[in-house]
C-alpha cells in the first residue's frame, strides 16, 4: 500500500506567485533560441529588424524584471496531482487563485480579465480566475504548469468540427488557412499547438496542452512529427512574417498532440500562440 | 533601415510623405486608448461634447500598459491589436485624428478613411512591450481613469519605432509584403 503524502495548498499559492511573475519576465531559453536562429534565416530586412527587436525585447525584460509583454495574459493552469497526495491546509483551487493575485500584484502585471462578458465586461482586477485543468495522475507529486495566454493570439484560434473523409488533406488545410486568416493579429512568428480527435472541449485542450513543447522537440511519434513538418512549411510559405510586415518566418513551430474521436467525427482545433510563449512549471 | 523622424501633432504635409513600409520614429505627445476609451470617445463625439484631448493631428496608440513599477512613467507598453477599433477609426479620422499606432489588420473602411482624411496607421513590434516602454518618457492619464489599463493617457515619446502599414495613398505593408514573401508549398 501506498504511503499518503501530505501536501500544504500555501506551498501552491506561493508556487503559483513565483511562475506568474517569472514566466512573464523570462522569455524560455528555447523560444529566445528560436528568435535568435530566425534573424540568421529570414530573408526580409524587415523582418530581421523586428526579430532582433524581440530578442532585445526578452533581454530588456529578463535584465529588469519587467513584463516581456503588457498582454501578461489570462493564467492557465495544467496540473497533474498525484492520487496518492493529500491536500491540506485549503482549498486547492482557492490556493492557485490566491496565487495569481499575489503573483499579478506584486509582479506587476496587467489584470486582464473582464467579468460578465456579454454586457458588463468589468475587469476582476486580480486577474483572477485562473483556468485549472487537473488530471490525477499515479504518485505522490504535484507538477503544475502555468501558461500566461494573451489576448490577441488567442483570438485568432479556431475550431474545426470536420467531415472524417476530409482526411488529413482537409485538416491541414484548416490549419494553413486558420494562420493565413490571422494574418498580422496574433503578432507572428507564431508557435501553432493543434489538436486532433476527441469531443470538442478536449480537442481544445489538447491544441493548449501542444503548445508546452520545447520549440526544436521532435514528436516520438515519426508519423505526427512528419505532419508537424509539412505544416511549418506551408504555414511559412505564406508570407506572413514577423509582424506580419513579410517575410519567411510566420510560425517558429507546429505541435501537434491527437487522441481517439467518434467514429462519426473529426474535430481539430488550433490555437495560436504569439512568438512571447510564456511557460513555467515547478514539482513539488 | 534609415527610419524618418517624425514629430506631433501631425500635419496633411508630413502625412502625405509617408509611404507603406517607411520606418519612422516618431518624437511627442501622443494618446493612449483601446476598446472602452474608443467607444466613449466615439459617444462624446456623437453627442457633440468636448473630448479629453485635442483631436486633431493626433496620433492614438492602441495600447493598455501593465501597471508601472516605482521610478518608471509606464510599464510594458506594447500595441494591441487594431481591429477591435476598426469600429470607430473612420469617424475619429473625420475628426480630425491623423495616426493610429497598433498590430493587425484593417478593414477595408478603415483603410478607405485613411485616403479621404489623408491619415496614416502604423505598426509598432507587438510583443516587444519592454523595449518599447524605453522610448516613452511620460505618462498622465487624463480621462476615465476607473477603466484602468484602458483609460486615455498622454504619453511623451521620444524617437518611438514604427513602420508604416497603411498610408494615405492607399498603401498596404501587410498586404505587399506578404505577396512578396509568398511561395508554392
Not at chain 1, 489576448?151 to 484560434?157: H, I, L, P, T, V
Not at chain 1, 467518434?262 to 504569439?274: D, E, K, L, R, T
Not at chain 2, 483601446?34 to 483631436?55: M, N, Y
Amino acid at each position: 500500500m501506498s504511503t499518503i503524502r501530505e501536501v500544504d495548498v500555501h506551498e501552491i499559492t506561493a508556487a503559483v506567485k513565483t511562475m506568474c511573475i517569472t514566466a512573464n519576465y523570462d522569455l524560455p531559453a528555447d523560444v529566445y533560441e528560436a528568435l535568435k536562429q530566425a534573424q540568421q534565416t529570414e530573408e526580409s530586412p524587415v523582418g530581421v529588424e523586428v526579430l532582433g527587436q524581440l530578442v532585445e525585447n526578452a533581454d530588456i525584460a529578463a535584465r529588469d524584471r519587467v513584463p516581456i509583454c503588457q498582454d501578461t495574459g489570462f493564467a492557465v493552469f495544467f496540473v497533474e496531482l498525484g492520487q496518492d497526495v493529500h491536500l491540506v491546509g485549503g482549498d486547492f483551487e482557492a490556493a492557485v487563485n490566491e496565487g495569481v493575485r499575489q503573483g499579478y500584484g506584486d509582479g506587476y502585471l496587467r489584470k486582464s480579465v473582464a467579468e460578465e462578458p456579454a454586457y458588463a465586461r468589468r475587469n476582476t482586477k486580480d486577474n483572477t480566475p485562473a483556468i485549472i485543468h487537473t488530471q490525477v495522475v499515479p504518485g505522490a507529486k504535484v507538477h503544475i504548469t502555468m501558461m500566461a495566454k494573451g489576448g490577441g493570439a488567442e483570438n485568432m484560434s479556431s475550431l474545426n468540427m470536420l467531415k472524417p473523409s476530409q482526411g488529413w488533406a482537409g485538416m491541414s488545410q484548416a490549419v494553413v488557412d486558420t494562420v493565413s486568416r490571422a494574418g498580422s493579429n496574433p503578432c507572428p512568428p507564431v508557435v501553432i499547438g493543434v489538436g486532433i480527435g476527441g469531443t470538442i472541449d478536449m480537442v481544445t485542450v489538447l491544441a493548449k496542452k501542444a503548445l508546452l513543447r520545447d520549440i526544436g522537440s521532435v514528436h516520438p511519434d515519426p508519423r505526427i512529427a512528419g505532419m508537424e513538418g509539412e505544416l511549418l512549411e506551408r504555414i511559412n510559405a505564406l508570407g506572413i512574417g514577423p509582424q506580419g510586415l513579410g517575410g519567411r518566418t510566420t510560425a517558429l513551430a507546429v505541435f501537434i498532440e491527437e487522441m481517439p474521436c467518434h467514429i462519426a467525427s473529426m474535430p481539430m482545433a488550433v490555437n495560436v500562440q504569439c512568438h512571447a510563449q510564456r511557460h513555467k512549471s515547478v514539482e513539488l | 533601415m534609415a527610419a524618418k523622424k517624425i514629430t506631433t501633432p501631425l500635419t496633411d504635409d508630413v502625412v502625405r510623405d509617408l509611404k507603406a513600409g517607411d520606418a519612422v520614429e516618431i518624437t511627442g505627445v501622443i494618446y493612449q486608448a483601446r476598446d472602452s476609451a474608443h467607444k466613449r470617445l466615439v459617444a462624446l463625439i456623437e453627442a457633440g461634447e468636448e473630448l479629453p484631448f485635442e483631436l486633431q493631428g493626433a496620433v492614438v496608440y492602441y495600447m493598455g500598459p501593465s501597471p508601472a513599477k516605482p521610478g518608471r512613467p509606464i510599464g510594458s507598453a506594447g500595441p494591441t491589436t487594431s481591429g477591435r477599433m476598426d469600429a470607430y477609426a473612420p469617424l475619429l479620422m473625420k475628426h480630425g485624428l491623423k495616426g493610429m499606432i497598433g498590430k493587425g489588420l484593417r478593414t477595408a473602411e478603415v483603410k478607405q478613411a485613411m485616403v479621404d482624411e489623408t491619415a496614416v496607421y502604423f505598426a509598432a513590434t507587438g510583443g516587444a512591450g519592454a523595449l518599447l516602454a524605453q522610448r516613452i518618457t511620460g505618462n498622465e492619464v487624463i480621462a476615465w481613469p476607473e477603466l484602468g489599463a484602458e483609460a486615455v493617457a498622454r504619453l511623451e515619446v521620444v524617437n518611438f519605432p514604427a513602420i508604416v502599414v497603411n498610408d494615405c495613398h492607399g498603401g498596404d505593408l501587410y498586404e505587399e509584403g506578404r505577396k512578396k514573401y509568398a511561395r508554392e508549398a
